[in-house]
């Protein structure tokens, strides 16, 4: 949660990890990119993310050159360099999902100190066994 404090209203965005099914829709991603350029939230991704929203955007068909995509990926890099999370793979073996495969969005969760996990895939994140 957002930290506001006292007399000068500092604020301290949340840490949060983009998986790649919210990067996948253009529009979503522009939104999200810009409250963290903004600083609304810190946010967070790995190469592994990055690939897979890059890949089921490309698999779409022929529409959007991978080429366009890597440089968006790039561009995204560059604003927030902050972003790219690394030394989660160690934390991948310990973490327990529902679908394998997600267990490295939690792994760079807890890499990151992330506090939230933006994701549309709810059901592959069960919150009860996140906590």
Not at 27 to 49: C, G, K, P, S
């Amino acid at each position: 949660m957002p930290r506001i404090s006292g007399g000068d209203m500092a604020f301290e965005p949340s840490v949060a990890v983009f998986d790649a099914c919210i990067l996948y829709p253009f529009h979503l991603r522009n939104i999200l990119i810009q409250l963290a350029v903004d600083r609304l939230v810190e946010a967070r991704w790995t190469d592994q993310i990055h690939d897979e929203w890059i890949r089921n955007l490309a698999s779409r068909g022929p529409a959007i050159p991978t080429e366009r995509l890597q440089n968006t990926r790039k561009l995204m890099n560059t604003a927030l360099p902050s972003a790219s999370v690394d030394g989660y793979k160690e934390h991948v073996p310990r973490v327990t999902l529902p679908d394998p495969d997600d267990r490295h969005v939690v792994a760079a969760g807890i890499a990151a100190g992330a506090s939230i996990i933006l994701t549309w895939n709810l059901r592959h994140f069960p919150i009860r066994e996140l906590k």
